[in-house]
């Protein structure tokens, strides 16, 4: 099979795009936490923003599953083979499950899913205090799992860029 060099122009443009709001959205939700004075801005940004990721998150899986990626080094060892798809698997399920489970978290708490002004998501799961209860902290367990994850992920590009002197950095960052 003849791989590519490089990731596809989409998958580039999705992942430095989503990177930004994923950033960014870590920052609203670690804001929205210690903020009073700020809470209902930042929630005004928080929930668009989970919106725009999780649809650019469905399109990014279903651009991976269309494109082979391009290969890893043939000498990299074993186990950071499988450190590298399995962290990916890892950040595809959470830039999925992350705003799911948002949205089911206001809609158990029986919260309105406002996007903007008189936009309004449907719930999708029932009215229910308990789980309501279940899904606001693991929201919150989930978004300090891909803070960690995003930091390794983070940190294996830099030692693929600076340490190995690689081209799995520029898979990503450049294209043919």
Known sequence: MNRPRHFNLLARVLHWSMAAAIFAMLFVGAGMVVSLRYRDTLLDLHRPLGLAILLLAVVRLVNRLLHTPPPLPADLPRIQVFAAKASHWV??????????????????????????????????????????????????????????????????????????????????????
């Open 91 to 176: 950040l595809y399920a959470l830039m999925l499950a992350m705003p799911l489970i948002g949205w089911g978290m206001l809609s158990a708490g029986g919260y309105p899913v406002e996007l903007f002004d008189g936009v309004n998501l449907p719930a999708i799961l029932p009215h229910s205090p308990v789980l309501y209860g279940f899904l606001r902290p693991l929201h919150g367990v989930l978004a300090y799992l891909l803070f960690f994850t995003i930091l390794a992920h983070l940190g294996a590009a830099l030692y693929h860029a600076w340490v190995r002197r690689d081209e799995v950095f520029g898979q990503m960052a450049k294209g043919d």
